[in-house]
Nanobody, 123 residues
Framework: QVQVMESGGGLVQPGGSLRLSCTAS????????MGWYRQAPGKERELVAE???????NYADSVRGRFTISRGNAKNTMYLQMNSLKPEDTAVHYC?????????????????WGQGTLVTVSS
């Protein structure tokens, strides 16, 4: 069974920083793209940032220049360094990973989501 788990959320004051972590586990052949998404109360889930296995990344306009996405040396981990946080960044942040597995002798890709971690930016 493949799963991803986020950590690092919490309460921070405006202008502060947080670092989110995501770890994928299970019988995984490889991991392609990993990404961070967030969902604020009453809003749809949106992409925050994503990163490919080769390190190419993409950011939402609202976080570009403040957030930095990276992959760990182990390749099954991903981080999101969030600086200059604003109240509008308050949301549940989710990790998503596109993983390659072998099922019944066939290689295939799965999209796996974590349970989410809450980030609250408030004074």
């Amino acid at each position: 069974q493949v799963q991803v788990m986020e950590s690092g959320g919490g309460l921070v004051q405006p202008g502060g920083s947080l670092r989110l972590s995501c770890t994928a586990s299970g019988t995984i052949i490889s991991i392609d793209t990993m990404g961070w998404y967030r969902q604020a109360p009453g809003k749809e889930r949106e992409l925050v940032a994503e990163i490919t296995s080769s390190g190419s990344n993409n950011y939402a306009d609202s976080v570009r220049g403040r957030f930095t996405i990276s992959r760990g040396n182990a390749k099954n981990t991903m981080y999101l360094q969030m600086n200059s946080l604003k109240p509008e960044d308050t949301a549940v942040h989710y990790c998503r990973a596109t993983v390659e597995i072998v099922s019944l002798g066939i290689r295939k890709y799965l999209e796996v989501w974590g349970q989410g971690t809450l980030v609250t930016v408030s004074s």
